[in-house]
């Protein structure tokens, strides 16, 4: 029975691929990858000789209607991308759309993604949040942190290493210099490392060490003024 398998590949440490991750991509048909590079060393670390499309953001509009045929005509695929689970500031919603729209069945394995060791770490209330991912480059950027500026619950964003400072430079801007901020990069990896205080002493950080690696900030939401009465008469 023909099925598309969405299956998270380890954010770093290869010890936290799964045994169904691997067994499910041995098994597959074919294997969508972001990056045939890429992934083609964690297949050969896992002896995976299951052929390899590539897939990624330039070309799934193109590829959707010949892989929606593939999957009608029996085959079993299964997606990845570089890291950590597809679809999450990944390729994969477009298909995983398609094939909900053409009854096919779609089974995503859980597993490695980046933004929730770092909710957890930043020590930010985690009942609450919101998923930004990457800002807009230029147009919408304003606009967005405008928005957010009144939003309640902890916010999560990616963030490009070389954009860090500019962007905790505008969450000074937008949010406040005390707002709490964690920022936590190369995660599961061996210089793994979070960061934590208000914007401008964190901002301070990166400024005198520019930093290196996969970044994930996470950011307390606004504090509204009932909420602090009630901190300050506890």
């Not at 098994?27 to 990624?56: N, P, V």
């Not at 000074?172 to 002493?201: C, D, M, N, P, W």
Request: charged share 30%; proline share 5%.
């Amino acid at each position: 029975m023909s099925k598309l398998y969405i299956v998270p590949t380890p954010i770093g440490n290869l010890e936290d691929m799964t045994f169904r991750a691997i067994k499910v991509l041995k098994e597959a048909d074919l294997i969508l990858a972001e990056d045939t590079r890429t992934s083609g060393k964690l297949l050969k670390h896992f002896e995976i000789s299951t052929h390899m499309h590539s897939h990624h953001m330039h070309n799934e509009h193109k590829t959707v209607d010949n892989l929606i045929a593939r999957l009608k005509g029996g085959e079993t695929i299964a997606l990845i991308s570089d890291a950590g689970t597809p679809a999450i500031s990944d390729p994969g919603f477009l298909l995983t759309r398609a094939c909900v729209e053409n009854n096919i069945e779609v089974d995503c394995l859980p597993g490695a993604t980046a933004f929730v060791p770092a909710l957890v770490n930043s020590g930010l209330p985690n009942d609450r949040f919101i998923f930004e991912g990457f800002l807009p480059e230029k147009k919408g950027r304003q606009t967005r942190y405008l928005a957010l500026a009144e939003e309640t619950r902890t916010m999560i964003f990616y963030v490009s290493p070389h954009k860090l400072v500019k962007t905790l430079a505008e969450f000074v801007e937008y949010f406040g210099a005390e707002r709490q901020v964690s920022i936590s990069r190369e995660l599961s990896k061996l210089h793994e490392e979070t960061i934590r205080g208000t914007a401008e002493e964190v901002l301070k950080h990166f400024e005198a060490k520019p930093p290196k690696g996969e970044i994930v900030a996470v950011v307390s939401g606004k504090i509204s003024v009932k909420d602090k009465r009630k901190d300050h008469d506890e």
